[in-house]
Nanobody
Framework: QVQLEESGGGLVQAGGSLRLSCAFSGGTFITYGVGWFRQAIWKEREFVALLRKAGGSTAYADSVKARFIISSDIGKNSVYLQMNSLKVEDTAVYYC?????????????????WGQGTQVTVSS
């Protein structure tokens, strides 16, 4: 059973940076597509970034493109989300999730495994 654990969230001022980590256990991340999602209070969960299966290409939501970078470390069996130039509107609980789907852009329903989430708060 694959388990995901996020870490790295916290409070940061606007313009600052944070790096979120998603540690895999019970499986190797490279066999999954790994996505980052976020949910702000009173809003629906939304897609943020994707590392496609087998260490493939990446994809980003337009709102974070050129500011966020998804990466991975095979040795640590982890996927990361580097968040730069943070904005107040980036405040949310961030989740990593894993999918076995080979779809180029899998929908949220295709993700079978989810972490518990980590809070990111950006102050003005």
């Amino acid at each position: 059973q694959v388990q995901l654990e996020e870490s790295g969230g916290g409070l940061v001022q606007a313009g600052g940076s944070l790096r979120l980590s998603c540690a895999f256990s019970g499986g190797t991340f490279i066999t999954y597509g790994v996505g980052w999602f976020r949910q702000a209070i009173w809003k629906e969960r939304e897609f943020v970034a994707l590392l496609r299966k087998a260490g493939g290409s990446t994809a980003y939501a337009d709102s974070v493109k050129a500011r966020f970078i998804i990466s991975s470390d095979i040795g640590k069996n982890s996927v990361y989300l580097q968040m730069n130039s943070l904005k107040v509107e980036d405040t949310a609980v961030y989740y990593c999730a894993a999918t076995t789907s080979w779809l180029r852009n899998p929908g949220e329903a295709q993700y079978s495994y989810w972490g518990q989430g980590t809070q990111v708060t950006v102050s003005s």
